[in-house]
């Protein structure tokens, strides 16, 4: 197996590619991958009877979240189960090999980006609540992320070092979950 995966530079913001060759043989792959907001793989299971497990989820839903999947499944049984949640925007696209090769399966399974009605008041009382009980500082902070911009975009707006816009950003958000907010 081969795996070509990067971790995403600061000004990617949140951002996650990787091209996945899995080869000859049977393979087994299970990838989860949390935290982006933007996902791009392709995955080669190649020649085999090969499973594969991805899951996404994007713990920052925004309405520009988006996920795109590419799956060759090749010669022989395959099986793919696919499961994502929180993106806005899904793009998928499997190939399934040449005819009578075998038998594959497919699975998947998508979750919307739109809270319930209900959730969303829930989540705008929570958070005009969380919002007055920090100071001015940290309510700018939330707001730049709430909107999506990057550590170092959020670095320049506030004219802040990017270690200690991280620094911060992860206490804030450790405060939120001892909070009960399991989102955070």
């Known amino acids: 197996m081969q795996a070509a995966a990067r971790r995403p530079c600061v000004e990617c913001a949140f ?3 990787v091209t996945i060759d899995l080869g000859a043989g049977d393979d087994r792959l ?4 949390k935290e982006y907001s933007l996902a ?3 995955i080669d299971a190649g020649s085999g009877n090969d499973w594969v497990g991805v899951k996404y989820l994007t713990l920052r839903p925004r309405a520009a979240s988006k996920l795109d999947i590419f799956v060759q ?3 022989e049984s395959d099986f793919l189960d696919l499961e994502s949640n929180g993106y806005a925007t899904i ?3 499997f190939d399934t090999g040449p005819t009578g090769d075998g038998r594959d399966w497919i699975s998947a399974r998508h979750r919307s ?3 319930s009605p209900a959730r969303h008041a829930a ?3 929570y958070l005009t609540r969380i919002l007055t009980g920090v100071d001015d500082f940290d309510r700018r902070l939330i707001q730049l992320k709430l909107d999506g911009h990057s550590t170092a975009e959020t670095a320049e707006i506030l004219a802040r070092d990017p270690a200690f816009i991280r620094m911060r950003w ?3 958000r450790q405060r939120l979950r001892d909070h009960g907010y399991d989102h955070a």
Do not use: G, N
């Open 73 to 75: 499944l090749d010669a």
């Open 113 to 115: 980006l739109s809270p």
């Open 15 to 17: 951002a996650f590619r």
């Open 91 to 93: 793009h998928t696209a």
């Open 40 to 42: 791009t793989t392709s």
């Open 170 to 172: 992860a206490r804030l």
């Open 30 to 33: 299970k990838m989860d991958v």
């Open 123 to 125: 989540t705008e009382e």
